[in-house]
C-alpha cells in the first residue's frame, strides 16, 4: 500500500456560538464585557489516515461534521487541534461552480476555476475540449454563464472539477442534485477514478451507496470518529443510530378499523427466536406479522416483497390464506432460510391482501431492515422461504 | 514512487502556494468584467486622471494660482502614482469580503485576492503611465532625461508599499468591517497630506517659517510622500524655476541624493510593514472561512 494520502492527526475543530456577534469595532469594544460565546466542537480528536486508491464513505448524523471535516481535510477551515497532511491536488465536489462569475462566458470560467484548483493555462488548454464535451456544453461555451440554466452551471462545475486530475477527489452530496442521468454519470466517473488509483472521500445519506461504491466507512457523530472499517457494518451502525432500524412503518393509506390492517411486525433469528434488528447475507431471517381484521373478515393472505434500491421489488412471498381466529387477528410468519450473498441494503414491504380479488387492504413498508453482504456484486437473487400460518 | 509522490506533493503545494497564472487569471478576470459591455472599455480608466487633471488645473492655476509653471506635469507624476495606491488598496480592502462565496468552497492561497487587486490597479497605472509619457513627447520632452530612472525605485517602493498595505487592509476588514469605511476617509486625508497638488517645497518653506523644520523629517517619512516626490524629480524636471526673474524651488532638490534617502527610509518602512501583512494575513486567514 502506498504511502497515506491524507492524515489527520488529533483533528479538532471549535466553532464559537456567538449569541451576539461583534462585526465591527464599536460593537466589539460595548460588547467587549458582555460578550457571551459559547464554544462548540464540530471536530473532536479525529485520527483519520487515508491511503492512496482508497474510496472511504463518511456518513453521520446532520450536524455530524461531515462537512466540517471535509473543509478542514480540504484546507478551507484550519483546524483549532492537530494536523492536516495532504498529498496531491484536491478537487472537491462540495460546490461545483462556487468560483465562476455570471458575467464571464463559459470559456473564460473554464480557465479562471481551473486556475483557482491550480492548472496552468496550458494544461487547461490540454483538458478544454474534454472538459466542454463532458459538460455537453459545445454550443454555449461562449455564451456568459449568467444565461446558463443552473443545470448546464452544475454540469460546467463539475466538469472541471474532474477534469483537473486529482489526486483527492472530495464528493460531499452531489449526488442529491442533478438529473437522473448525471447522477449515473457522475458515479460512472467516481468509478474512473477508482481505478485511476485516485482518493475518494464521499459523504452522503444514500447508506445503500456505501457499501457499493466504498472499499471503507467511517462514521461520525457529534464530531467523534464512532466506527472506521467495514462499509457495510457503517451503515449498520449509523443506521442503529439513527433508530431507523426495524419499525419505519407507515400506516396503509387503505388501513381503517374494518377492514384488515397489519397490526405488529417481528423480526428474529430463527434459530434461536431472539429478535433482531439487521441481518447480514447468508443469516437466516423469520418475520413474523400479526394481521387485525374487523371479526368475520373473509381469509386474508399476506405479501411479502424483498425490496432493493428505490423499493424495486426483488423477491416476492405470498401466503396461503390466513383464516383469522374468533377476534379477527392472525400471525404468519415467513422464514427465509438464507438471505442472499449479494452486496447491498435491502428492505421490505407487506401487504395483506383479498386472494380471490387481489385487493389490498393494507400495504407497509420498512426501510432498510436488513444488509446483505457477499463478495459478489451482481448475481441472482435467490430466496428460499417458506411461510405458515402460526397460532399465538 | 518517490517520484509519484513528489509529483502529488508538488499538485498539493500548487494548490496552497500563489501561482503567477492564478493571479494574472484573475486580473484578467476583473479586467473582462470591468469592461463588458461597455464600448469604449479601457478609454474609461483615462477619464477619471483626465478630470482630476482638468480640475485641479483649473483651480491652481486660475481661481489659485499657485505659480508652478507646467503644473499640469508636476500633478500628473504624483497623481497616477497615488491613483495606483489609492484604488488598489480600496479594491483589496473588499477583496476578500467580496469573494465570501470562493474563499467559503474552495482551497486556494487566498493572499491571491488582494494580491490580483493590486495586479489590477497596477494594470490600469502602466496604461495610463504609458498615455501620459505619449503626451509627453510633444509636449514636454524635457523628461525623457537621465533622472527618469528615478522612476524605477520609486515604482519599486510604490508597489511594496501598496502590497503591504493591502494584505493588511484586506486582512483586517474580515474581521472588522469598519476598516473599508475608515480607509474611506483616511486615503481622502493621505491625499492631501502627500504633496500631489502643491509643490512639497510648500511645505518645507511654510515649516521653517514657523521654525518647526523638524516636523520636515515626520512629513519626508511618510511612503507614500517619498514615492510622489522622487516621481516628480524624475518626469518634471524643473527643480528650480524662475518666475519674473525669481528662482524658485519647486522641488527640494536638483540633486538625486535627497530622493534616493528618502526612498531609502520609505523602502524600510515598506519591507517592515510588508513582514508584519504577511505575518497578520496568515494569522487571521485560518478564520476567514468561518468570519465570513
Known amino acids: 500500500m502506498a504511502a497515506p494520502t491524507i492524515v489527520a492527526a488529533g483533528v479538532g475543530k471549535r466553532f464559537l456560538l456567538h449569541h451576539r456577534r461583534a462585526t465591527s469595532l464599536k460593537e466589539r469594544l460595548l460588547l467587549h464585557r458582555q460578550s457571551s460565546s459559547e464554544a462548540f466542537w464540530a471536530l473532536r480528536d479525529v485520527d ?96 456568459q454563464v449568467k444565461h446558463y440554466s443552473s443545470g448546464q452551471y452544475v454540469r460546467l462545475g463539475f466538469a472541471v472539477a474532474v477534469h483537473v486530475s486529482p489526486d483527492i477527489l ?25 481505478q485511476r488509483g485516485c482518493t475518494i472521500l464521499f459523504v452522503t445519506h444514500a447508506l445503500d451507496l456505501i457499501p457499493r461504491i466504498c472499499s471503507r466507512g467511517v462514521v461520525l457523530d457529534h464530531g467523534r470518529v464512532l466506527h472506521d472499517g467495514d ?40 434459530a434461536s427466536g431472539a429478535e433482531k434488528g439487521h441481518f447480514r447475507g447468508g443469516e437466516a431471517m423469520a418475520v413474523e406479522f400479526d394481521v ?57 414491504a407487506v401487504a395483506v391482501r383479498d386472494p380471490s380479488s387481489n385487493l389490498t387492504y393494507d400495504a407497509r413498508r420498512f426501510s432498510e431492515a436488513f444488509l446483505a453482504v457477499g463478495d459478489t456484486d451482481t448475481g441472482v437473487l435467490e430466496v428460499v422461504w417458506t411461510a405458515e400460518q402460526v397460532e399465538r | 514512487m518517490a517520484q509519484v509522490q513528489q509529483a502529488a ?92 462565496n470562493l474563499v467559503r468552497k474552495v482551497r486556494f492561497p487566498r493572499v491571491v485576492l488582494p494580491l490580483a487587486s493590486v495586479g489590477f490597479a497596477g494594470v490600469h497605472f502602466a496604461l495610463q503611465l504609458l498615455v501620459f509619457f505619449a503626451f509627453l513627447v510633444p509636449f514636454y520632452p524635457a523628461a525623457f532625461g537621465p533622472q527618469l530612472w528615478l522612476l524605477l525605485p520609486a515604482l519599486a517602493v510604490a508597489v511594496t508599499f501598496t502590497v503591504a498595505m493591502s494584505l493588511l487592509a484586506s486582512a483586517l476588514n474580515v474581521r472588522y468591517r469598519d476598516v473599508q469605511h475608515l480607509l474611506e476617509i483616511v486615503m481622502l486625508a493621505w491625499f492631501w497630506l502627500t504633496p500631489i497638488v502643491y ?16 516636523l520636515f523629517r515626520l512629513y519626508m517619512a511618510n511612503p507614500m510622500t517619498a514615492v510622489v516626490v ?10 528650480v524655476v524662475t518666475v519674473d526673474g525669481t528662482a524658485r524651488q519647486v522641488l527640494p532638490a536638483a540633486g538625486y541624493g535627497f530622493y534616493l534617502q528618502w526612498l531609502g527610509v520609505a523602502a524600510v518602512v515598506s519591507v517592515a510593514l510588508l513582514l508584519v501583512g504577511r505575518w497578520a494575513f496568515r494569522r487571521l486567514q485560518a478564520d476567514f472561512a468561518e468570519e465570513l
Request: contains cysteine; glycine residues 10%; neutral net charge.
Open chain 2, 230 to 239: 522622487a516621481s516628480q524629480r524624475a518626469i518634471y524636471n524643473h527643480p
Open chain 1, 48 to 143: 483519520l489516515e487515508i491511503g492512496a486508491g482508497q474510496t472511504v464513505g463518511l456518513i453521520g448524523p446532520n450536524g455530524s461534521g461531515k462537512s466540517t471535516l471535509l473543509k478542514v481535510l480540504s484546507g478551507i477551515l484550519a483546524p483549532t487541534t492537530g494536523t492536516v497532511t495532504v498529498r496531491g491536488r484536491i478537487a472537491s465536489l462540495l460546490e461545483l461552480g462556487a468560483g465562476f462569475n455570471g458575467e464571464l462566458t463559459g470559456r473564460e470560467n473554464v480557465y479562471l476555476n481551473a486556475a483557482i484548483l491550480g492548472l496552468t493555462r496550458r494544461e487547461t488548454q490540454r483538458y478544454f475540449d474534454d472538459i466542454v464535451a463532458f459538460a455537453e456544453l459545445e454550443p454555449f461555451i461562449d455564451n
Open chain 1, 231 to 270: 462499509p457495510v457494518e457503517a451503515a449498520e451502525r449509523l443506521r442503529s443510530l439513527l433508530g431507523t432500524g426495524v419499525d419505519q412503518s407507515g400506516g396503509g393509506a387503505a388501513a381503517g378499523a374494518d377492514r384488515p390492517r397489519v397490526a405488529a411486525v417481528r423480526l428474529f433469528d430463527p
Open chain 1, 170 to 194: 472530495l464528493v460531499d452530496e452531489v449526488l442529491a442534485v442533478g438529473d437522473e442521468s448525471f447522477q449515473r454519470k457522475c458515479l460512472a466517473k467516481i468509478a474512473e477514478f477508482q
Open chain 2, 9 to 100: 506533493d508538488a499538485r498539493a503545494a500548487a494548490q496552497s502556494r500563489v501561482r503567477l497564472e492564478l493571479l494574472t487569471e484573475l486580473v484578467r478576470k476583473d479586467l473582462k468584467v470591468k469592461y463588458k459591455n461597455s464600448a469604449l472599455g479601457f478609454v474609461w480608466s483615462m477619464a477619471n486622471p483626465l478630470l482630476y487633471l482638468a480640475v485641479f488645473t483649473l483651480v491652481f492655476t486660475f481661481f489659485l494660482p499657485n505659480g508652478v509653471p507646467r503644473f499640469a506635469v508636476l500633478f500628473m507624476a504624483g497623481f497616477l502614482v497615488w491613483s495606483f495606491f489609492n484604488s488598489a488598496i480600496l479594491d483589496a480592502t473588499g477583496a476578500v469580503v467580496g469573494n465570501a
Open chain 2, 199 to 214: 509643490p512639497v517645497t510648500v511645505v518645507r518653506d511654510r515649516l521653517a517659517e514657523e521654525g518647526l523644520l523638524w
Open chain 1, 292 to 348: 387485525a381484521a374487523p371479526p368475520g373478515a373473509a381469509p386474508m393472505a399476506v405479501r411479502m416483497a424483498i425490496t432493493g434500491p428505490a423499493d424495486v421489488p426483488m423477491w416476492v412471498m405470498d401466503s396461503d390464506p390466513l383464516h383469522p381466529g374468533p377476534d379477527g387477528t392472525a400471525t404468519v410468519r415467513f422464514t427465509v432460510k438464507e438471505l442472499p450473498q449479494i452486496k447491498g441494503i435491502y428492505a421490505f
